[in-house]
């Protein structure tokens, strides 16, 4: 009988081996398992930079928008840390056009949190970058902290790839010290991408 | 574990190297969105989109910018520019363009295709009625290259080509003649960069040699040699006048010359810096002041404010600079272009400035008036 207790637990753990490698362990199967832990996205977006609004107002002001809509893209690499949650890296680029004739060129390097559901063949996801970013106008530049929060919406095409689009809101601040803090200020505006996404 | 170590302080040496480049390369002075909260649409007159204005004037009543042909407004807020008939012909090539600053303006006008002369015509009443100067025969063999007034005389610089060389010549009207007469300068191989009057004498320069004379009619083809005369081996750039009297004169290696007194003293304001024309402006309406606007180029354009009483160049985006309320209002207009021509009206306290803007997809004349105690910044013509 002594000889019996340890053979009926190996069986029974043998018999609860296949459940570790099911799926639908906790009752989901996260996305056909490309939301699980351990699985990667790449992905790739380009769309438009909306401008909204720089804080605060400043007093020599003459125009109402001073930047006109520009250009976005940005590729990043997302983990999941645990079933849903992923954390990762992203690199963006966006230009916007000014009144004056200028160029704006924001260039951020972000660290990236994410969460993702959905139930085939459309994945959700909301997310926060954090990271710094360089400016760069006429020449001169900042290296200005940057924040983007939001979310998006792809269909899967392929068992790989999907297809979709994000909305983010991006957070400037240029950061000045010293007797030169009054030129702080606190950029603010909506990218609209169209993106693809690559589950590996 | 040393390797490990060694490794991972040469990554951590990287890392702060990069940190402090990156933050070097960071100007805590300038604000990226301050300088675009504070732009302005610059939406001036199409002719003066990618284009050149090369000289500038006024006579009271009118504005001229002088590109191909000579554009005109009237000096009222806002009034449109429009092509300047000159002797009611509007098929001209204006060669020569000058102002007495007292109501007349002077105009060698050519043919567009032939460059030959087809006169040089005075008004006193902003185009209303002209007077030819010439007599259709004294410059029948020469290219006229440009016009001058300097203390109550005009001064026509012509040429004469051959297939290799052109030589430049210098003649001024001779009222009581009626007629051009010789200025003393001839077979000059390099034309001049400008003339004016000033220190009790007429002065004009080339790029490479100075000129002065006690009389319209008085220089002579050797190079002034008063005490501290620019080297031969200075390129001059722009001269002008002051309100002291003194004769100023720009180098293409960053120097001012200044001439009071019977002599020549110099100052570098720049160096690796290439001045170009000159123009001594009033810092306000009284004025209780002046300033040198002074062209410039090294990695830009755009222009320098000089303090002669202090001393300071201040660059024209600087806090300090006068002829601009916010740094943006001279990195959008003037700061990409070479700057040729600068004109002042007291009259309107306001500033023209004319500048090469072929290619850079804006304007090449902007103004700037003084105002509630304020420069406007520059603002597209």
């Known amino acids: ?200 | 574990m040393k390797t490990k170590k060694s490794a991972g302080l040469t990554i951590l040496l990287i890392a702060a190297t990069a940190t402090v480049l990156i933050l070097a390369a960071c100007d805590n002075s300038y604000g990226v969105f301050h300088e675009i909260q504070t732009e302005k649409a610059q939406v001036g007159t199409d002719t003066f989109k990618n284009s050149t204005v090369k000289a500038l004037g006024g006579d009271g009543s009118k504005y001229y910018a002088v590109m191909a042909k000579i554009y005109a407004r009237s000096t009222v807020s806002g009034s449109a520019w429009s092509v300047f008939p000159v002797n009611n012909d509007t098929d001209y090539y204006c060669s020569g363009f000058a102002s007495n600053e007292a109501g007349t303006i002077y105009v060698a006008s050519s043919d567009t295709a032939s460059t030959a002369l087809k006169g040089i015509y005075t008004t006193i009443d902003s185009g209303a009625n002209w007077t030819r100067l010439d007599n259709a025969s004294e410059f029948a063999s020469k290219i006229v290259d440009v016009l001058y007034y300097a203390n109550g005389k005009l001064f026509v610089e012509a040429h004469t080509e051959t297939d290799t060389a052109a030589t430049y010549a210098l003649y001024y009207y001779d009222s009581v003649s009626s007629t051009f007469v010789t200025a003393g300068l001839s077979g000059l191989d390099l034309p001049l960069r400008g003339l004016v009057w000033g220190d009790s004498a007429y002065w004009a320069i080339t790029s490479s040699k100075v000129y002065r004379s006690g009389t319209p009619g008085g220089f002579t083809s050797t190079e002034d040699s008063t005490s501290g005369t620019p080297s031969s081996s200075k390129t001059l750039a722009g001269i002008a006048t002051d309100s002291s009297g003194r004769v100023l004169v720009t180098t293409t290696d960053g120097y001012l010359y200044t001439r009071a007194s019977s002599a020549w003293t110099n100052k570098l304001l720049a160096t690796s810096v290439v001045l170009g024309v000159l123009a001594e402006l009033p810092i306000d309406s009284t004025p209780s002041g002046y300033r040198l606007m002074m062209a410039k180029h090294n990695t830009s354009y755009g222009y320098y404010e000089y303090d002669a009483t202090t001393g300071a160049l201040i660059q024209g985006n600087d806090s300090s600079a006068i002829f601009v309320p916010t740094a943006s209002s001279y990195t959008t207009t003037v700061y990409t272009k070479p700057v040729l021509a600068i004109y002042y009206s007291a009259a309107k306290n306001t500033i023209l400035i004319g500048m090469a803007a072929q290619g850079t997809d804006t304007y090449a004349l902007y103004s700037n008036t003084y105002s509630s105690a304020a420069w406007s910044g520059w603002t597209a013509e």
């Open chain 1, 1 to 200: 009988m002594k000889r019996k207790i340890p053979a009926l637990g190996a069986l029974i753990l043998l018999a609860a081996l296949p459940l570790f490698g099911q799926d639908k362990s906790d009752g989901q199967d996260y996305f056909g398992g490309l939301h699980k832990k351990g699985s990667q996205i790449i992905s790739l977006t380009t769309g438009a930079g909306v401008p909204l609004f720089i804080l605060p107002a400043d007093a020599l002001a003459t125009e109402a928008t001073p930047l006109y809509v520009g250009a976005s893209f940005s590729l990043s690499y997302q983990y999941f840390i645990a079933n849903r949650l992923t954390i990762g890296g992203s690199l963006t680029g966006a230009f916007n056009g000014t009144v004056g004739g200028r160029t704006l060129f924001v260039a951020p390097v972000a660290f990236k949190l994410g969460y993702w559901w959905g139930k085939q063949p459309v994945e959700y996801t909301v997310g926060m970058d954090l990271g710094a970013s360089v400016l760069r106008l006429s020449g001169n530049g900042m290296i200005t902290p940057f924040a983007k929060l939001g979310g998006g919406a792809f269909a899967q095409v392929s068992e790989a790839w999907s297809l979709g689009g994000q909305v983010y809101w991006w957070l400037i601040p240029e950061i000045h010290t010293g007797t030169y803090s009054s030129l702080t200020r606190y950029a603010n505006s909506l990218e609209v991408s169209l993106g693809a996404l690559y589950h590996f």
